[in-house]
């Protein structure tokens, strides 16, 4: 599949390559997607090895992990927004013995889809 739309400075003609998996293939791993990001890198004209993405990808998962244990809201151009969310305390019931219990408030990371994301997976 090919995607078309304005680079970040807002100039026509962004084009990146995805490859379409069949419907039986459910996530991509964490070399797979590498191996896409080192193709797609390939394809823009600037090359990156696989160390140097897996490192890039090191990193990234490093400051979004910072990032939101600070309590920050991070975006992900063209893909979305991260935050945390607060969950507030609540009562749930044992499925097993049917009595109720409390469970605690708890910190949770949350996901919210840019517009560009959503276009491209109702295509």
Do not use: C, W
Not at 4 to 31: S, W
Not at 85 to 102: F, H, L, M, V, Y
């Amino acid at each position: 599949m090919i995607i078309t739309g304005l680079d970040r400075f807002g100039d026509p003609g962004f084009e990146m390559v995805f490859p379409i998996y069949p419907k039986e293939h459910v996530a991509m791993n964490q070399a797979q997607l590498i191996e896409a990001v080192t193709t797609q890198t390939s394809n823009d004209g600037q090359a990156l090895s696989r160390a140097d993405v897996g490192r890039v990808l090191l990193a990234l998962t490093g400051v979004v992990h910072s990032t939101l244990q600070a309590g920050e809201e991070i975006t992900l151009p063209g893909i979305g927004k991260l935050k945390v969310k607060d969950k507030a305390a609540k009562s749930g019931r044992n499925p097993k013995t049917g009595e109720t219990i409390q469970i605690a408030a708890k910190r949770v990371p949350a996901f919210t889809a840019l517009k560009v994301l959503k276009d491209v997976v109702t295509q």
